[in-house]
């Protein structure tokens, strides 16, 4: 049973290390590219192919292979019990989702689908690059099934029993994840397949674009999701202390649940084909899923100072100083809320329903999400990995101290090259381009910006590279001598009788059908109701 | 179920937060009448330049019937056209863009115009220029290979130089 | 009696003015071309007959060359090679002929009693053809040109050529001209003729802009560069991922993705 779990934990995790190494790579050639320090390399198609590359393997081949692999892992260690599904459906889950990211590596490295992470239409892509993204999303609806039924039958069989934490926002998160892209997949199996295929003739963009932002927000949440996981469950164990609210957290993980999926509309504030009344709707519900993230970051931080209060800390900060700061996870956690915290407030800003248009496709939005996504929640799948690595390998971690580093240069490469890229948003320069080729007036300004990201973009890959070498060398380590548990923090109030509400989704899952039904219904069914021009495929 | 108290008093925080700035918002919006551009009307992109709004005789700016100011506008790769408008500072201004042929976006830099344009839809935005000076117009959606250089200046001046080029029969 | 002699002036002058007026503005009334691609105008060339196109194209090798890639020494510089030309863009220069949105008397004549299938026959049979091969030396090619048509001139906000004419001068959906092996007397004459704007039929002025900014001496080096890519192949624009390379049943490009896979060797 462990052989299998950890196994699939690892397949599914070292291709999301592979394909991330790979993307970090491609990440320091756009950057140096847009230094304009380097002509040699300024081939504008060869930069378009690589951010299409780097954005797909980012956002949807590191994160959903991780996030797997975490959860298949989660389900071995929390229930202690068999995956549901047993190992044929693992692995076929497993196949699916590769092959279509093999697919997709393919079609992206060759140019044949330089369209970008969005793929918005009517820039079209080579079709096999759209069924990749298919399989490679219908190869992780096996694992939401896989998570779902196995937290089912464990409930079955500890009848009145709190779901352990860790395994009860996993869940939600596979939930979540099922029911957002849902939109992506239904613009892909519905229109941009049969459009790429000349099955049919035009497509409409609106409604392309429409169902694309159902997936766009809540896809980051179930990114960031399994960084919380890590906040409440790993976190406070490593720091030596305690989960601060075992209740709260799994009430923040439901606001998250719900709120996340029917607010994609402020990713569409500036399309003209959607009425301003929905996207207020829609921005209501973006300022209430700030609200979890705000209850998350006390629960993290309170748990902290809990831990450093136990280790002898005093006075009103004296805890901080008191903690365990050369412990990977304790770190991360450290940096990772640091980010969190600038990168939140941005998020404010682009979230607000009059001030979007001052940031809407600039800089500063490239700037905020690899702050929040790269920064805040992929360090802590990098202190995850190494919180897991010891029982998944059965082998001691390869260097605590490389850990340590890694980490280090992870926080200071992505402050160092967000910060100014949150500026040159503010200085006007627009998103997806290479070398900005305007008049020098407009260019002058950027360039010492453009220089410092290049200098954060050098530290980071150094980070990606520390990262593989030590998770890798790990492998080749003696093997401990008793097998290395993965321990789960305690809650500071032992949950007695949990609420059913906080232990199940049934009544959740119906919340949220309503909620997208109300919020993406009519947005959505404007489309087949009014007279709408399509477009036919155009090339890059 | 217990809630520790400081924590309490935090999500009850969070919340007015949140709520706050959803409220601070709305006045505005209501009370300033400031929204993002949401015009929902259709074209053809595939025949706009056989359209009456957008055909080459009708881009650029028109001094309306009710003496207020439009500019026509086409987002076509690799550029938008008219290429070089002028606008006067502090008037009110109604831009109607539209793509003829992929997903545009177009921003002035330092204001408010910044828009999606989108093939088969219409983009308006209404908007007032504070300040004389020249404004680069991105395009700040991916639309091609030829995306990089895909931009424009907007000339804004003072209202007696932009009543002159008008006269002088300058779009 | 005076009365009518004043009245017959002013009509007489109304006449003239209005005759003046008229002439003047057809020359900048729009459309600059009735082509819009539309479901229908597309399924022309889709449905096209090779055949009846090859028939066609007889006739116009009289000056356009026996497989459309010789111009006759007559008219050189008005005379381009067509052989291998997207087309979309053969298709919507002739009918801008028939349609008198681009002025020459000779074409007219020519294209005059074809019909719009016709039309479209005869481009998709050019398409087929490979395009002309290089006729200037690669060494002759300034690297200012090699950068006007692979990196543009941001600053005076002209995109490059291969922007919208591909990374390899083979043109690209939907009806942006393949420019590669095109004759170096008919590329410079016709940027000049946008450029003096008696060439007006590119719609929304976008020629016109990009050869107005340009200077003659620009516009010549670059009639070297595209001269000097001629590839002698067939056209570079396929139909989709899986399709062959025929041999006996030419491929007939639709509106599909030029073949992107690698950056022109000479972008510096």
């Known amino acids: 049973m462990r052989a299998h779990a950890s196994k699939l934990s690892l397949a599914n995790i070292w291709v999301a290390l592979t394909t991330f190494l790979l993307a970090a790579l491609m990440g320091l050639y756009q950057v140096a590219e847009r230094s304009g320090l380097f002509p040699q390399i300024e081939v504008i198609e060869l930069y378009y192919r690589s951010v299409s590359s780097h954005g797909v393997i980012m956002g949807f081949v590191l994160t959903t292979f991780f996030i797997m692999g975490f959860g298949y892992w989660i389900i071995h260690t929390t229930l202690k019990t068999e995956i549901w599904g047993g190992k044929k459906l693992g692995w076929f889950g497993f196949s699916l989702a590769f092959g279509g990211t093999v697919a997709d590596a393919i079609m992206l490295l060759s140019g044949e689908a330089s369209v970008m992470y969005t793929f918005y239409p009517p820039l079209k892509a080579n079709p096999v690059f759209y069924f990749g993204a298919a399989f490679l999303v219908v190869g992780s609806w096996v694992w939401c099934l896989q998570m779902v039924m196995s937290m089912h039958v464990w409930k079955k069989a500890n009848p009145g029993a709190a779901v352990p934490l860790a395994m009860y926002a996993m869940t939600a998160n596979a939930i979540l994840w099922f029911i957002t892209s849902l939109g992506v997949t239904s613009e892909v199996l519905f229109q941009l397949i049969p459009w790429s295929l000349g099955w049919i003739d035009t497509i409409d963009v609106g409604l392309a674009r429409t169902l694309f932002s159902w997936t766009l927000h809540a896809i980051v949440y179930f990114w960031l999701i399994p960084a919380y996981i890590a906040f409440y469950t790993l976190l406070p164990k490593a720091a030596g202390g305690k989960l601060f609210s075992d209740e709260i957290s799994r009430i923040s993980i439901l606001m998250l649940l719900v709120f996340s999926v029917p607010i994609g509309m402020h990713h569409l504030y500036v399309d003209p084909f959607q009425d301003a009344g929905w996207k207020f709707v829609h921005m209501i519900g973006t300022f209430m899923v700030a609200i979890p993230t705000l209850i998350t970051g006390f629960t993290a931080i309170a748990s902290m100072e809990v831990a450093g209060r136990l280790r002898g800390g005093k006075g009103l900060f004296g805890w901080i100083k008191a903690l365990n700061w050369s412990n990977p996870m304790v770190l991360s956690g450290g940096l990772s809320l640091l980010m969190l915290t600038i990168g939140g407030w941005g998020g404010m800003i682009n979230a607000s329903y009059s001030l979007n248009v001052a940031v809407h496709n600039t800089q500063w939005i490239t700037g905020h999400f690899h702050l929040i996504f790269a920064g805040t929640s992929v360090i802590m799948y990098f202190s995850a990995a190494y919180y897991m690595w010891p029982s998944l390998t059965g082998r001691p971690l390869y260097s605590t101290k490389m850990a340590l580093i890694q980490l280090w240069l992870w926080f200071i490469g992505m402050v160092v090259l967000t910060l100014p890229w949150h500026v040159l948003g503010l200085l006007g320069q627009p998103r997806r381009i290479g070398v900005p080729p305007y008049a020098d007036d407009v260019t002058a300004p950027w360039a010492p910006y453009e220089f410092l990201m290049l200098v954060g973009g050098v530290i980071l890959f150094i980070s990606a590279v520390l990262l593989i070498i030590n998770l890798l060398f790990s492998h080749f380590k003696a093997k401990a001598e008793t097998m290395p548990v993965m321990e789960y923090a305690e809650s500071m109030h032992p949950v007695m009788n949990i609420p059913k509400l906080l232990n199940g989704f049934g009544f959740w899952t119906a919340v949220i059908v309503v909620y997208m039904i109300a919020s993406y219904g009519y947005p959505i069914l404007q489309f087949f109701l009014m007279e709408t021009n399509g477009t036919f495929p155009w090339s890059i | ?171 | 009696m005076q009365k009518f002699t004043i009245l017959k002036t002013v009509s007489l002058a109304f006449c003239v003015f209005g005759f003046i007026a008229g002439t003047l503005s057809t020359a900048s009334a729009a459309p600059s071309s009735n082509v819009a691609w539309t479901s229908e105008t597309r399924n022309l060339i889709k449905n096209a007959n090779l055949e009846n196109g090859e028939k066609i194209a007889e006739k116009c090798g009289k000056c356009h060359g026996a497989d459309g890639t010789d111009a006759t020494p007559i008219e050189e510089e008005d005379t381009p090679f067509l052989a291998g030309q997207v087309a979309h863009a053969n298709y919507k220069q002739i009918i801008d002929y028939q349609d008198k949105k681009r002025d020459d008397k000779i074409m007219l004549k020519k294209v005059r009693k074809l019909s719009k299938q016709d039309v479209a026959d005869v481009s998709a049979f050019y398409a087929t053809q490979s395009l002309p091969v290089s006729s200037v030396d690669s060494a002759k090619v300034t690297p200012e040109a090699v950068k006007m048509a692979t990196r543009g001139a941001g600053e005076r906000f002209l995109p490059p050529c291969a922007g919208c004419h591909g990374l390899k001068g083979e043109g690209s959906i939907v009806d942006v001209p393949a420019l590669a092996g095109q004759s170096v007397s008919y590329f410079v004459t016709t940027m000049m003729a946008y450029k003096e704007e008696d060439r007006e039929n590119d719609i929304y002025s976008r020629m016109r802009f990009i050869a107005g900014e340009l200077s003659e001496k620009e516009i010549t080096e670059l009639a070297d560069y595209y001269a000097s890519i001629g590839t002698g192949t067939k056209l570079l624009v396929v139909e989709s991922a899986d399709e062959e390379e025929p041999e006996s049943e030419p491929a007939t490009p639709e509106t599909e993705t030029p073949d992107a896979s690698s950056p022109p060797k000479d972008a510096s």
Not at chain 2, 86 to 111: E, M, N, Q, Y
Not at chain 2, 140 to 154: A, F, K, V
């Open chain 2, 1 to 171: 179920m217990h809630i520790d108290g400081t924590e309490k008093k935090w999500v009850i925080l969070s919340f007015a937060m949140a709520f706050a700035m959803m409220g601070i918002l709305a006045a505005y919006a209501i009370n300033k009448n400031i929204h993002p551009p949401s015009n929902v009307e259709t074209i053809d992109s595939t025949t706009l330049h056989l359209s009456e709004e957008f055909n080459e005789d009708n881009i650029g700016i028109k001094r309306e019937a009710d003496g207020s100011l439009r500019v026509t506008m086409v987002a076509a790769r690799y550029g938008f056209f008219p290429h070089n408008l002028k606008i006067p500072v502090d008037t009110p201004i109604k831009f109607r863009l539209a793509s003829a042929d992929v997903l545009h976006g177009v921003h002035t830099a330092f204001t408010n115009m910044n828009t999606m344009v989108v093939p088969g839809y219409i983009s308006e935005v209404n908007t007032t220029f504070p300040k004389v000076g020249k404004f680069p117009m991105f395009c700040n959606e991916y639309c091609g290979l030829g995306h990089d250089y895909m931009w424009s200046q907007l000339n804004v001046v003072s209202k007696e130089d932009f009543e002159k080029s008008m006269k002088e029969g300058d779009k």
